[in-house]
C-alpha cells in the first residue's frame, strides 16, 4: 500500500547503526504499516548557473541539515507506481530519487531536482522567480537486496545544474527495515587493477564536422530589441577520456535542436542556447560607454561528455573582448572567427553578423567588417595593384623600345 509520507529514522537508532557522519543525513520512506522501503544515507553539493539582473551566476550551496523527506514520497504500488525519495529544503528545493528494478537488479533511472529562483538566500538579484525542474539519468544501481554503496563523489550533470552526492549509501525494496550487510559498489569506488592490462589504443579523433548551420538568434524586452544575430557556432573541447588519454572533440550547435532565450540589460545583453547533450551555451556581450563600443564580453559553457573520465565539463571566461563595435552599428565577419575561452575550450563561430544594445526596428545597423574579412580583401586587390604595375612597366618598355627602332640614321 502507498505510504502517506516517509520520516527520518530516530536519531538513536541511526547512532547505534554508525550512520551519521559528518554532514550527511539519513532519509527513511515507510509504508502504512510503518516499515521501511527506502533508506538513504549522503551529502549533497548543488551547483546551479542561473541568470541574476548583472548576468549569469552560478550558485554553489549544500543540502542543508535541515532537509527533510516530503510526504509524497512513496514505497510505490506493484504495477502502477515506482518507488520514490523526495526530499525537501530551503524554500520549495526538492531532490528525488525514483527508483525501479527487475529480477535482480534496482536503480535510480531518474534523478530530478525542482529549484526556487525566488529564494535570494540561494540565487541572490535572480532576474526571475520561476521554479524550474530539471533531471538526468544516474549510474545508481545494485543488486536486490543489497546497499548501494559509494564513497567517491559521484557527479550528475543537468544542463545548469549539477548535484555531486558524497559518501552515498542508498537501498530500496527494503525487507528488514534497515540497510543490508552486502553491498554493490559503485564504479568510482572500484580498486585498479595491481597488474595492469595491456594498454587499449587511443580513441582516434573523428572526422571534424562540416561547418555549422547559419542560424539567427534575437533577444528582445517587450517590444525592443536588444540584441541581433546570426551565426554558426562549433565548440572545440579537450579534456581526459575514460582510458586517460587527452582527446579534443569538435561538436556544431544544431539550431534545429537548440532553444535560445536571453536578458536584455542597461550594460549587459545575454543570450543563452540549451541544445544537446544538456548543453548550455551563454554568451554575455557588455559596453564602454565612454568609447561607444559594444564586445563580446564572456562565454559560459556547460555539457556532457558520455566518453569523458568526468562527464560533466564546465568552462567560462568573463574577461574577454571579442566581435567588438560601434554602439548602433553591427559587426560582420565571413571569416571564421576563433574565440579561446579557456584552455580547454575554444570557440569557432562561422559567417557572424552580430549586434548588441542600440538595435532599431530589428534590422541590422551600419556593417564594421572585421580584420580578418579586410585582410583577406587587400591580398587580391595587392595582387591586382602589382599586376597592373607590371603591365604598365611592360607597356612603358615597348613604347621606348618601339621609338628608338624608328629613329634610325639621317642624310648627310
Known amino acids: 500500500m502507498e505510504a502517506p509520507g516517509g520520516a527520518r529514522r530516530p536519531l538513536l537508532l541511526l547512532l547505534l547503526l554508525g550512520l551519521v557522519h559528518g554532514a550527511s543525513a539519513v532519509f527513511v520512506v515507510r509504508n502504512s504499516n510503518g516499515t521501511a522501503c527506502i533508506m538513504a544515507n549522503f551529502s549533497a553539493v548543488f551547483s546551479v548557473i542561473y541568470e541574476s539582473k548583472s548576468g549569469y551566476k552560478n550558485a554553489s550551496f549544500e543540502l542543508p541539515a535541515t532537509a527533510e523527506v516530503q510526504n509524497t514520497s512513496s514505497c510505490g504500488r506493484e504495477n502502477t507506481s515506482n518507488p520514490s525519495l523526495q526530499i525537501a529544503f530551503g524554500r520549495g528545493h526538492v531532490l528525488a530519487l525514483n ?15 525542482v ?18 525542474t530539471v533531471g538526468s539519468t544516474t549510474d545508481i544501481k545494485a543488486d536486490i537486496d543489497k546497499r548501494y554503496r559509494c564513497v567517491s563523489d559521484s557527479k550528475v550533470p543537468m544542463g545548469n545544474v549539477t548535484v555531486t552526492l558524497q559518501d552515498a549509501t542508498i537501498q530500496a525494496y527494503l525487507w528488514n527495515n534497515s540497510f543490508s550487510q552486502a553491498e554493490s559498489r559503485c564504479r568510482q ?18 572526422p571534424k564536422p562540416e561547418s555549422p548551420s547559419v542560424s539567427r538568434y534575437n533577444v528582445s524586452d517587450g517590444n525592443a530589441t536588444c540584441l541581433l544575430a546570426s551565426m554558426g557556432l562549433q565548440l572545440n573541447l579537450t579534456y581526459v577520456h ?7 572533440r569538435v561538436f556544431n550547435i544544431n539550431p534545429n535542436k537548440t532553444k535560445p532565450s536571453g536578458h536584455c540589460g542597461a550594460q549587459q545583453v545575454t543570450l543563452e542556447l540549451q541544445s544537446e547533450r544538456s ?3 551563454v554568451f554575455q556581450f557588455g559596453m564602454n560607454a565612454s568609447s561607444g563600443q559594444y564586445f563580446l564580453q564572456g562565454v559560459l559553457l556547460n555539457t556532457t561528455l558520455p566518453d569523458a573520465r568526468e562527464p560533466a ?14 554602439l548602433g552599428n553591427s559587426y560582420k565577419c565571413n571569416s571564421e572567427e576563433h574565440v579561446r575561452v579557456t584552455p580547454a575550450f575554444s570557440l569557432s563561430i562561422f559567417k557572424v553578423w552580430v549586434q548588441a544594445f542600440q538595435v532599431k526596428g530589428d534590422k541590422f545597423g551600419s556593417v564594421e567588417e572585421c580584420l580578418l574579412d579586410q585582410d583577406s580583401m587587400l591580398i ?22 618601339r621609338k628608338r627602332s624608328h629613329a634610325g640614321y639621317q642624310t648627310i
Open 313 to 326: 565539463f564546465s568552462a567560462s571566461n568573463s574577461s574577454l573582448r571579442a566581435l567588438q563595435a560601434t
Open 380 to 401: 587580391p586587390i595587392a595582387v591586382g595593384g602589382a599586376l597592373a604595375g607590371l603591365v604598365l612597366v611592360v607597356l612603358i618598355a615597348y613604347l621606348i623600345g
Open 99 to 113: 527508483f525501479t528494478r527487475n529480477a535482480t537488479l534496482y536503480s535510480v533511472p531518474l534523478l530530478s531536482f
Open 279 to 281: 548543453t548550455v551555451l
Open 189 to 206: 569506488d572500484m580498486p585498479s587493477p595491481t597488474t595492469a592490462p595491456p594498454a587499449p589504443p587511443s580513441p582516434s579523433p573523428p
Open 115 to 132: 529549484y526556487n529562483l525566488s529564494d535570494s538566500d540561494l540565487f541572490p538579484n535572480a532576474s526571475s522567480k520561476d521554479i524550474k
Open 242 to 248: 575514460r582510458d586517460n588519454a587527452t582527446v579534443t
